[in-house]
């Protein structure tokens, strides 16, 4: 196994897949402090960079595309160290993490957290990227906390999920925020004092921008981290209100996910909280289903609608002159629905619903992944795929469908 030897101050970048055992000295690795006898592993897709703090002997194993390189002089990193120092020696306990995609939001947040941690803080970290969600699964605002530091906050307990239903923050913007701040006063009530905000990456359009200017007024942050060189000076007004404003450079040579990596992520971290899950049947009359047109509106009587319907009618929902109809339907009169009121007619096929991704809880509580297995409307019966096992009250379900192997298939929840 190679042997990678570091002056003391001396730093390294290094490109996973790869596993490091260290044999003598002291690394910091994202302000984790790593003593000898320690190992850790680096994911293909992330970066670790490694800084010695005294002379130090790494045992490092390396495959397919790993790399070790020297830490770039231009390279921002021992910039934004600095930088977290003084917002927390400045007393900042409340801070948001912004930047473009792949600009090192996340390794930025682990350092905030570690840097608190080490500073005998109590924090909490929200991930509120629901597309590369690293504490909870995807699709989910979570805050996740440890009283020891950690390489990636994927290492972090989620203590708290709620569910916005979709991977693209674009159509949740004000759910995002409302759910981040809820998860933050709830932090509060429970005695942490320090909260760091992992953000997504959705800065380069106006939209974008103005989302996180929103997302700002209504978190109250005492201070913000700007990473990237096109949002330099877009978020400096804020200093004028009392913000910390601190702005750096996105990493030199940075690893960019492409599209299918950043899949097979949201992949691994739905199998995290899915895997070997067991199935649980809920009781429709016991429960709340948010999500879908077939539990919105009012139950249609299915013996009024079957003289104009050829097929078979299990269950029917009727909503601002939309029809949904759960069932097997070959065809149907149109003009004479339209006479009941109903101008749109809508068909889901039984058995469309199973591997639909979803979240169970109470209402006004965490939420937990589950994945719909199959709606018996005729036994008022909803069976899921969840390793929650408690009270179940709130149903929400998303427009997203997993694979056998949590690979997202598609996106719209398909009728007739």
């Given amino acids: 196994m190679p042997l990678l030897k570091l002056d003391p101050g001396e730093a390294v970048k ?31 897709t992330r970066n670790y960079v490694v800084v010695a703090d005294e002379a130090s002997e790494l045992e490092v194993s390396m495959i397919e595309d790993s790399q070790i390189q020297s830490l770039d002089p231009s390279d921002p ?3 934004k160290i600095k930088l977290v120092d003084d917002a927390l020696n400045k007393g900042y306990r409340k801070i948001m993490v912004l930047g473009c995609v792949d600009c090192g939001k996340t390794s930025l947040t682990t350092i905030l957290f570690n840097k608190m941690i ?62 981040t701040i809820l ?32 997302f700002i007024e209504r ?34 040579h940075r690893k960019t996910r492409s599209r299918d990596e950043r ?10 909280f899915l895997e070997n899950a067991g199935f649980t049947k809920l009781k429709m009359d016991d429960l709340v289903v948010i999500g879908h047109p077939l539990f919105t509106g009012r139950e249609v009587d299915a013996n009024t609608i079957s003289q104009f319907i050829d097929g078979r009618v299990i269950y029917a929902t009727g909503f601002s002159g939309a029809l949904h109809i759960y069932g097997v339907v070959r065809g149907y009169n149109v003009e004479e629905l339209k006479k009941l009121g109903f101008e749109k007619i809508k068909v889901y096929t039984p058995g469309f619903e199973k591997n639909l991704y979803c979240s ?14 199959k709606f018996n409307f005729e036994n ?3 069976v899921v795929k969840t390793k929650y096992t408690g009270r179940a009250r709130v149903l929400k379900l998303s427009r997203i469908k997993l694979s056998e192997n949590y690979i997202e298939e598609y996106l719209e929840v398909g009728g007739q």
């Fill in 14 to 44: 290094l490109y996973g897949p790869m596993h490091v055992t260290l044999r003598s000295g002291c690394l910091d690795v994202h302000g984790r402090i790593v003593k000898p006898g320690e190992k850790f592993t680096v994911h293909k």
């Fill in 77 to 79: 990193y021992l910039l």
């Fill in 118 to 179: 080490s500073r005998g803080l109590k924090p909490v970290a929200v991930d509120s990227d629901v597309g590369q969600a690293d504490i909870g699964p995807p699709c989910f605002v979570t805050m996740g906390s440890s009283t020891k530091q950690v390489y990636w906050l994927s290492e972090l307990e989620p203590i708290y999920m709620r569910f916005i239903g979709d991977n693209k923050p674009q159509y949740y913007g004000h759910a995002i925020i409302y759910e």
């Fill in 183 to 214: 998860l933050s006063n709830i932090a509060l009530s429970k005695g942490y004092n320090s909260i760091v905000v992992d953000t997504d990456g959705w800065v380069k359009d106006e939209s974008g921008i103005l989302h996180k200017v929103l």
């Fill in 219 to 252: 978190f109250k942050p005492d201070a913000i981290f700007v990473l990237g060189e096109e949002l330099q000076g877009v978020f400096r007004d804020l200093s004028k209100v009392g913000v910390g404003v601190y702005e750096l450079p996105a990493p030199i």
């Fill in 263 to 272: 899949r097979l992520l949201r992949s691994l971290r739905y199998s995290v």
């Fill in 360 to 373: 169970i809880g109470e209402a006004g509580s965490t939420d937990y992944p589950c994945l719909i297995e």
């Fill in 380 to 382: 008022r019966e909803i």
